[in-house]
């Protein structure tokens, strides 16, 4: 068992730094305001006992998500999980998608993201049925969806079925951002947003995503073979984006292919941007020694 | 059984207003003293009026009346008395209070009939200049000076009223002017007050006034460098200490106001000295037997407020292993968990007090720490921890203090179910809450192996894998500290196997 004291040097790497304090307060402590105030409304004969409904009563403390760039605030530990579960559980690290399922991000992830996808489908049935167990494939992407509204009968309009092509109708940074809006890293106001898995939407930096050429692609597949296996391809696809893009670097990027594929814990992509700005209006009362 | 005197003091002109009227007039002073509070000028003064008092609105035409009277008083005779009780009346006026000091000699004949050889005409004198003290014009207080010397003279004397309204006068007095203070501390007010409560120690009321005008004193902005030390060497911690138990029949009201003054005093770094005198085994008895019934009887917190502050400074002063001979009795943490959950919703700041001194009382001691598992007290803390304000954040820190102990009581504490509370906490937009849950759930997870077993159960490994794109760097680097060494690597490799089975 690993014990709490353990050698200088193992304490060194320890970012866990609590020690029980004890607080000396002086008398004009913030923690004393309003004790203070009650003693002097007592001292001038303010006091009353039943002030019950001046009191402000302490409030449930909030739920945050912790995703840095997502601001959104919950009352409710129930509102935070579904947010939470919702958002930002399967998060296609590359384009920041949030896709509401583990399935259909690994079906994002391979018809978007992949390279060798894009080879492979040239010659063969890739683009698989959306639905779990069915297991047909198709040539196409309309194909695809032309099977899934006819057999089993989804909306033409289906969110999560949208192709690559029609994004090439759009400019890039259009406003459209709002309507399919995935970026839950975005920083501006913490409300929920519709999530498109597989949208057409794909912001500024990314038409290269369209225009991967076949060479290009085998380069990519080269230069990930070159560095080895799964996470060698996800790194070549980072590199080959950022190099392109004027998306800030990520600083926390799993490829959740590795992940998966290590451990079989879904991990999160998340792009961080700026720093969020707050997550609580509670006070500190208490920070270091005094 | 524990009257609090409220007829004693009553606010002037409060009489003819609704009670609606008089809630807004209270919320809006409340408002005012709170603002007085943050630019640190909070000040009070207590008028004691006459059993025979009537309480009116009658602002008759004051100003007039102190000029003739003032008169009719140069002119010696039998109606003196009439005059000087006439004139303590008109005195009750603000702008008359102003006009009387503004006549020459005025408070110079004030002075000789308060040392005259009449003693109704001394008892009138000495309202007059009570009347003055509670002025809001903070140029009376300064011409008051030449009362002074006398006033504290007569501190010493056996006439009750005389001396409580002497005593008031003088606590009225002191925040006005820091000449005024810096006066009285010349002329001895210091000894004065000591001796006072010594010999007066069974009259409450007497008591109750030494009481309030020490706190003033010792709420002066520079009392720690210029007062509390003279008053710490002094008799007076001792004699503060003995009326602390609250009388039956008197009340609370001279046990509330010494309390305070033991706050301000242990606010001070320099009254490590009081631990030697007991005050804190006293306090601290005193709040446990609070802390049942008799703590929840109206006004009661007025006592329990301070009370609490004593024993949660005095606490951090007192050395480790002779806390529990200093504190006595360790039940005091089941009475500090009936505060917590008594004034939660009424009095929060309470609450939040109560929570700081349990804190100190378990930071360093393995003692209290368990007792807080004896008595059954966690599962009532854990469901604070979802209350905002500072209070789940020292909450949490106590909880920490009981897993910082030892492992036998982080096992107890898991199976308390803290690991699921934690899975709330680490949730909480709160970033020091997160941050202390990350902190506790380390002290938990190296407690045992099953930890880690239960923790993954409950699901909380995507908390951490979260937190690991908060903002907060403190944050991010605890989290991955635990998913990398203790939560991911279980099913993998074996390295952490090894550290697991290592010792």
């Not at chain 2, 192996?449 to 937190?467: H, K, M, S, T, Y």
């Amino acid at each position: 068992m690993i014990s709490l004291t353990e050698t200088t040097e193992e304490q060194s790497e320890l970012p866990f730094k609590f020690v029980p304090q004890l607080f000396h307060l002086h008398k004009d402590h913030d923690l004393f305001e309003d004790g203070d105030v009650h003693r002097h409304m007592y001292l001038q004969d303010l006091y009353c006992v039943s002030e019950a409904e001046d009191k402000s009563t302490p409030s449930i403390s909030q739920f945050a998500c912790h995703i840095s760039g997502c601001s959104a605030v919950f009352s409710v530990l129930e509102e935070y999980e579904h947010h939470y579960n919702s958002l930002h559980r399967h998060v296609c690290c590359s384009c920041r998608r949030s896709l509401p399922s583990a399935r259909l991000l690994d079906v994002h992830i391979q018809e978007w993201h992949d390279s060798l996808f894009t080879i492979l489908a040239q010659t063969q049935d890739m683009y698989q049925c959306l639905v779990e167990g069915c297991g047909q494939k198709f040539r196409t992407n309309k194909d695809r969806k032309d099977h899934l509204v006819m057999i089993h009968k989804y909306p033409p309009d289906f969110r999560f079925d949208k192709t690559k092509k029609d994004r090439r109708t759009h400019e890039t940074k259009k406003p459209q951002q709002i309507e399919t809006a995935m970026e839950v890293v975005d920083d501006t106001c913490g409300s929920e947003r519709v999530h498109d898995g597989l949208s057409d939407q794909q912001e500024r930096g990314e038409s290269m995503e369209t225009h991967v050429s076949e060479e290009e692609a085998a380069q990519n597949y080269a230069a990930a073979a070159a560095a080895g296996g799964d996470a060698g391809l996800s790194a070549a696809l980072h590199s080959n984006k950022h190099a392109n893009s004027e998306m800030p670097k990520p600083q926390y990027s799993y490829s959740v292919r590795t992940a998966c594929a290590k451990t079989g814990i879904r991990v999160l992509c998340c792009f961080r941007l700026e720093q969020s700005t707050e997550h609580s209006n509670s006070k500190i009362w208490f920070s270091g020694s005094f | 059984m524990w009257r609090l005197n409220r007829v004693r003091y009553k606010h002037v002109g409060q009489s003819s207003k609704s009670s609606e009227e008089l809630r807004l007039k209270r919320r809006e002073q409340e408002k005012a003293l709170r603002q007085a509070r943050r630019d640190k000028q909070l000040v009070s003064k207590r008028l004691l009026l006459n059993e025979d008092d009537e309480v009116t609105m009658e602002t008759t035409s004051g100003e007039q009346d102190v000029v003739s009277l003032l008169y009719k008083l140069q002119q010696s005779g039998s109606e003196r008395e009439t005059h000087l009780k006439d004139l303590s009346k008109a005195l009750r006026d603000p702008s008359a209070q102003l006009t009387f000091i503004k006549q020459e000699n005025s408070m110079h004949l004030l002075v000789s009939l308060l040392t005259g050889s009449n003693t109704q005409c001394r008892l009138h004198a000495v309202r007059c200049l009570h009347e003055l003290s509670h002025s809001v014009h903070t140029n009376v207080a300064p011409a008051c000076l030449p009362a002074t010397p006398y006033l504290l003279t007569y501190l010493s004397g056996q006439s009750t009223k005389f001396t409580e309204l002497c005593l008031y006068t003088l606590g009225n007095l002191i925040p006005d002017s820091d000449v005024v203070k810096e006066k009285l501390l010349a002329q001895g007010i210091i000894p004065a007050l000591a001796s006072c409560m010594e010999n007066q120690r069974h009259n409450l009321a007497v008591v109750e006034a030494v009481g309030f005008t020490l706190s003033q004193l010792l709420q002066a902005k520079d009392a720690a460098e210029k007062i509390i030390p003279t008053v710490l060497t002094s008799c007076l911690p001792s004699q503060l200490l003995s009326v602390l138990t609250p009388d039956p029949k008197f009340g609370l009201a001279p046990a509330i106001e010494c309390a305070w003054c033991l706050h301000y005093l242990a606010c001070s770094k320099d009254s490590r000295g009081l631990l030697a005198q007991g005050a804190l085994l006293q306090c601290s008895s005193l709040l446990s037997s609070l802390g049942g019934a008799e703590g929840s009887k109206e006004g009661m917190e007025l006592l329990v407020c301070p009370l609490l502050r004593c024993v949660g400074n005095l606490l951090s002063f007192c050395p480790v292993d002779s806390l529990s001979s200093q504190v006595g009795d360790v039940r005091l943490v089941v009475a500090l968990c009936a505060f917590l959950q008594a004034y939660l919703h009424t009095q929060p700041a309470l609450a939040r007090e109560s929570a700081w001194v349990l804190n100190n009382l378990t930071a360093h001691s393995g003692e209290f720490c368990s007792a807080l598992l004896t008595f059954n007290l966690v599962p009532g803390l854990m469901q604070l921890l979802l209350f905002s304000q500072g209070i789940n954040t020292m909450i949490l820190r106590i909880l920490a203090n009981v897993a910082h102990k030892k492992k036998e009581l982080c096992v107890q504490l898991v199976h308390l179910g803290l690991l699921s509370t934690l899975c709330s906490t680490l949730k909480m937009a709160d970033q020091e809450m997160v941050t202390l849950s990350l902190e506790v759930l380390f002290m938990l997870v190296v407690s045992g192996p099953q930890v880690v077993d239960e923790f993954v159960r409950l699901n909380g490994v995507p908390l951490l894998e979260a937190i690991q794109y908060n903002s907060d760097g403190e944050m991010r680097q605890r989290a991955v500290y635990l998913l990398e060494r203790h939560l991911l690597s279980d099913s993998s490799s074996a390295c952490t196997v090894d550290n697991v089975s290592s010792s």
